[in-house]
């Protein structure tokens, strides 16, 4: 079974901190990694991706991949209210059954970001 | 246009009725997804369709049938569902179904079994 493992946290920040996602991931030939962020009642929204080990950052986002250790991470740097909302780690897994990649996702962050 | 949209936003069914939900696309990407997404859970993928072609069936039970009429149009037909099927039914959209591609979502269609 190929996992992704997100700590379903609640992670309480403060308003103008920096909010810190951690996801690990066990499939070794896992190419890309996405953070969707997700609303209550709403559909996920891509917020990054990253395929590279180091940083990419977009905004206020920065995405880490370090594929030896087999994590990604995201950091929300100043912190706002409405940051508030679950944060899916999702990992491209080839398949092996099948021709095709497969996104997995882990069971999601959730984060709530207090004024 | 960059957005996935799905018809409709809520559903209500019984178990014998058929029903059918409806995704589009007009980024012309060429796969399409369809996940099930229950609460407090991340999605769950059923289906792939790649070029139009259905390449990824996640084992998913014969009363969920996929239909792709065309690259920008993905349907759901749904018959004899069961009430644990109850949950939001998400489409996606990508470039194509290679590894390097965003997969966008639509906002869904919150489906009730009876």
């Known amino acids: 079974q190929k996992e992704v493992e997100q700590n379903s946290g609640p992670l309480s920040v403060p308003e103008g901190a920096i909010a810190s996602l951690n996801c690990t991931y066990s499939d070794r030939g896992s190419q890309s990694f996405f953070w969707y962020r997700q609303y209550s009642g709403k559909s996920p929204e891509l917020i990054m991706f990253?395929?590279?080990?180091g940083d990419k950052e977009d905004g206020r986002f920065t995405a880490q991949l370090n594929k030896a250790s087999q994590y990604v991470s995201l950091l929300i740097r100043d912190s706002q209210p409405s940051d508030s909302a679950t944060y899916l780690c999702?990992?491209?897994?080839?398949?092996?059954?099948?021709?095709?990649?497969?996104?997995?996702f882990g069971g999601g962050t959730r984060v709530l970001v207090k004024p | 246009d960059t957005e996935v949209t799905q018809t409709p936003k809520h559903l209500v069914m019984g178990m014998t009725n058929k029903k059918s939900l409806k995704c589009e696309q007009h980024m012309g990407h060429r796969a399409m997804y369809w996940y099930k997404q229950k609460a407090k859970k991340p999605p769950e993928l059923m289906f792939v369709y790649s070029y139009e072609k259905l390449s990824i069936n996640e084992s998913v039970p014969s009363r969920f049938s996929p239909e792709c009429p065309n690259s920008s149009l993905l349907n759901l037909h749904l018959h004899a569902l069961q009430p644990e099927d109850s949950a939001l039914y998400l489409c996606a959209s990508s470039y194509t179904s290679g590894s390097m591609n965003e997969q966008f979502f639509g906002p869904g269609t919150r489906l009730t079994v009876l």
């Open positions: 999702a990992v491209n897994i080839e398949m092996e059954t099948t021709a095709g990649n497969k996104l997995t």
């Open positions: 990253i395929y590279s080990n």
